[in-house]
């Protein structure tokens, strides 16, 4: 009964860590919304009112000016100095946010971003058999943090400091193993063929 307690608890918080970052972008995005569609509002009264596929002018320059602020914001984000302020953001306060250089690693490989941090596939040994898990970093000539999510929602998981005899290092990507946890392992035939 634990147990089952336990796994309800993990993929309930596991799903708030999931939606969280979306529902934060989607609130960002209608506030942004607004703000552009007040300031288009008085530049479109005097154009005659015209729907495009069922979209209002008005809503139609809205969402190209949030596309051109992001795109904007993107060309900005590569210089050095906005790379500078974000490296002091994340290393002064977002590293202290629970989870954040994971799922920023995780989301940066799914939308194909190369990051530094991009973390090793590793597999460990647990009760049941091999496991997924991400090595972190080193902390000694022998000893190793690495994270172990949990399937479906990698979000989710556990800290876990393991010897270096007990890593059995996997040819894959961080991407293919994420693949393969939220499909609860389908696929791992041939990611890991010849390697257990």
Same mark, same amino acid.
């Given at each position: 009964? +634990? ?5 309800? +608890?993990?993929? /309930?918080?596991?799903?708030?860590? /999931?939606? %969280? ?18 300031? =288009? ?11 495009? @596929? ?20 993107? @060309? ?19 590293? /202290? ?28 040994? =647990?009760?049941?058999? *091999?496991?997924? %898990?991400? @090595? ?8 190793? =943090? ?8 990698? *979000? ?16 894959? =990507?961080?991407?293919?193993?994420? %693949? ?11 990611? @890991?063929?010849?390697?257990?």
């Amino acid at each position: 009964m +634990k147990s089952i307690l336990r796994i309800i +608890k993990a993929t /309930f918080l596991g799903g708030i860590l /999931f939606l %969280a970052p979306l529902v934060v972008l989607l609130v960002i995005l209608e506030k942004g919304y607004g703000i552009i569609k007040k300031i =288009t509002l008085p530049l479109v009264t005097n154009l005659p009112r015209v729907h495009v @596929l069922g979209i209002a002018l008005q809503e139609l320059i809205g969402i190209t000016i949030i596309i051109l602020i992001c795109f904007v914001a993107g @060309l900005l984000a590569r210089t050095k100095k906005a790379k500078e302020l974000i490296q002091k953001l994340e290393d002064g306060i977002l590293s /202290f946010v629970p989870g954040y250089s994971f799922m920023k690693s995780m989301n940066e490989n799914i939308m194909g971003i190369e990051s530094k941090e991009n973390l090793k596939v590793i597999l460990v040994p =647990t009760d049941a058999g *091999w496991q997924f %898990a991400f @090595l972190i970093e080193q902390i000694d000539e022998n000893n190793f =943090t690495v994270f172990v999510p949990d399937a479906p929602n990698p *979000w989710s998981g556990s800290v876990v400091f393991v010897e270096k005899k007990d890593i059995k290092e996997v040819d894959m =990507t961080q991407k293919q193993a994420l %693949a393969c946890i939220r499909k609860l392992g389908f696929g791992s035939k041939e990611l @890991l063929k010849n390697k257990l």
